[in-house]
């Protein structure tokens, strides 16, 4: 509700429709049409994943752009004029993405190089990276940290919580890639738009909001199970044939990593809850 409101008051005076896919969610939809009629609901019967519900979007609307959005964000006012005002400026670029920021105001890592392998170890949300958050492998594929005041910059890939694409580029690379069913689709499709010779821009002045994890939250095992496979599928959609032996390898160590992560997040809610037991006590 918040998102959609959002949406609206930053639009302006810009003409735009706005199309919902619900992945057979609980929420009230009939309570949100009676707030926003103008809105275009559609409704899956189950839960078809991200990029699916995405292309499903995307082939409803032949606009000369379009916005990606999570619902758990709130975009500021003037976002989508400063992005499509940039644009129009600068008719190579297929996609940028706003820079977004956590709920407690610090910029999320949203624009971020290619993975690689070190990125399993030293991704945004990894123990190592929460341990030392200012190690040069980090610092390197966070290409947010690199960004200087206004500019905006040529970047490797942003996230799919907030992008603005052109149609004209999408038309050229082609929908998401529905092999992904959450997660990683987005660098997927940067990198082909890439590949296209489209370029992606991160632009740090407009501005998203993003609850981080709060559709996820519900199922974290669900999401961190999706999160690796969809890991992998990248890696095997982009390693080189001669490499093809390394499958066995990563598959083994993203199994790894799933349970070790697992175990952590189950390991930090248990003691958050002791801890949360211990305060209401004193």
């Given at each position: 509700m918040l998102c959609l409101r959002s949406i609206y008051d930053s639009l302006g005076d810009i003409s735009a429709k706005v199309y919902i896919q619900d992945n057979a969610s609980d929420d009230d939809v009939a309570r949100l049409l009676s707030r926003?009629?103008?809105?275009?609901?559609s409704k899956n019967e189950y839960n078809i994943g991200f990029a699916r519900a995405v292309n499903r979007g995307l082939v409803q609307s032949a606009a000369p752009y379009v916005v990606i959005i999570n619902p758990d964000t709130i975009v500021r006012k003037g976002c989508f004029e400063a992005i499509l005002e940039y644009m129009e400026k600068n008719t190579d670029v297929g996609v940028v993405g706003p820079r977004i920021l956590d709920t407690d105001g610090t910029t999320q890592g949203s624009a971020r190089a290619f993975p690689t392998p070190f990125t399993g170890l030293f991704g945004r949300n990894t123990v190592l990276t929460k341990w030392f958050p200012n190690n040069p492998i980090t610092r390197a594929n966070m290409f947010t940290s690199r960004a200087h005041g206004k500019i905006p910059m040529d970047v490797d890939w942003v996230s799919g919580a907030c992008m603005v694409v052109r149609r004209r580029a999408i038309?050229?690379?082609?929908?998401?890639?529905?092999?992904?069913?959450?997660?990683?689709?987005?660098?997927?499709?940067?990198?082909?738009?890439?590949?296209?010779?489209?370029?992606?821009?991160?632009?740090?002045?407009?501005?998203?909001?993003?609850?981080?994890?709060?559709?996820?939250?519900?199922?974290?095992?669900?999401?961190?199970?999706?999160?690796?496979?969809?890991?992998?599928?990248?890696?095997?959609?982009?390693?080189?044939?001669?490499?093809?032996?390394?499958?066995?390898l990563v598959t083994a160590a993203l199994a790894l990593r799933l349970v070790m992560t697992i175990a952590l997040n189950k390991t930090g809610t248990a003691f958050a809850r002791v801890r949360s037991g211990k305060d209401a006590r004193e």
């Open positions: 926003f009629p103008q809105a275009i609901v038309d050229e690379v082609g929908l998401m890639d529905t092999r992904f069913f959450l997660y990683w689709e987005d660098a997927d499709w940067c990198r082909r738009m890439w590949q296209k010779g489209w370029k992606v821009v991160y632009h740090p002045t407009p501005t998203v909001v993003h609850s981080v994890g709060t559709s996820s939250s519900t199922k974290p095992t669900r999401s961190l199970i999706e999160f690796h496979k969809s890991c992998y599928r990248l890696f095997d959609k982009y390693n080189r044939t001669s490499l093809k032996l390394l499958n066995p």
